[in-house]
């Protein structure tokens, strides 16, 4: 079955960085985008990004734009997200989850990781 | 960019009773590309429906969803004990993929 496994909580200092992991399997790895949600504490859903499996193309929600780049390793089916010069308001749940049209982004995903807790705190 | 307004913020129902939930956009959501999650606490979210009206797989039937244009409505039946949930409306229209606030079902 279709499964991605994301990398486990991390605690960084304002400023730093993160890198989230996101292994997929179950599936051809190449056929799916990826996309990158996020989810502070006790609030809503934050859409940050898709990258394409197949291309390695990239859409950035400009909220993040400078801060986010997400990438992919196909020989792992890995899908990484990296967000630097973190703030305490970055502290949220960060997301994966598998595209729902093969080739072509959709916007709708389904199946979706377990999460990653990221805290920033001094 | 599309910002979704859902309401109510919280809906409490008991087992058996039917769900309505809204979802309003301020500007059409072309195509009727909105989908619906669930999500549990502790858990990641869930797709139950995309394109609007068309129930993602393994969703039960007692789901349905309408609309089009700016107003979206998610239809649940007859509540069953699993389905108490946060519920967000998503479009994928337009870039920036917007989420609503979400509409909590509470067991009253």
């Known amino acids: 079955q279709v499964q991605l496994v994301q990398s486990g909580a991390e605690v960084k200092k304002p400023g730093s960085s993160v890198k989230v992991s996101c292994k997929a399997s179950?599936?051809?790895?190449?056929?799916?985008?990826i996309t990158w949600v996020r989810q502070a504490p006790g609030q809503g859903l934050q859409w940050m990004g898709w990258?394409?499996?197949?291309?390695?193309?990239?859409d950035y929600a400009q909220n993040f734009q400078g801060r986010v780049t997400m990438t992919t390793d196909t020989s792992t089916s890995t899908a990484y997200m990296e967000l630097r010069s973190l703030r305490s308001d970055d502290t949220a749940v960060y997301y994966c989850?598998?595209?729902?049209?093969?080739?072509?982004?959709?916007?709708?995903?389904?199946?979706w990781g377990q999460g990653t807790l990221v805290t920033v705190s001094s | 960019e599309i910002v979704l307004t859902q309401s109510p913020g919280t809906l409490s129902l008991s087992p058996g009773e039917r769900a309505t939930l809204s979802c309003r956009a301020s500007?059409?959501?072309?195509?009727?590309?909105l989908a619906w999650y669930q999500q549990k606490p502790g858990q990641a979210p869930r797709l139950v429906i995309y394109?609007?009206?068309s129930r993602a797989a393994g969703i039960p039937v007692r789901f349905s969803g309408s609309g089009s244009g700016t107003d979206f409505t998610l239809t649940i039946s007859r509540l069953e004990p699993e389905d108490f949930a946060v519920y967000y409306c998503?479009?994928?229209?337009?870039?920036?993929?917007?989420f609503g606030g979400g509409t909590k079902v509470e067991i009253k």
């Open positions: 989850a598998r595209d729902s049209n093969p080739y072509s982004y959709s916007g709708y995903a389904g199946p």
């Open positions: 179950g599936y051809i790895f190449t056929s799916y985008s």
């Open positions: 990258i394409s499996a197949y291309s390695g193309n990239t």
């Open positions: 500007q059409s959501v072309s195509n009727s590309y």
């Open positions: 394109a609007a009206s």
């Open positions: 998503q479009q994928y229209a337009s870039s920036p993929l917007t």
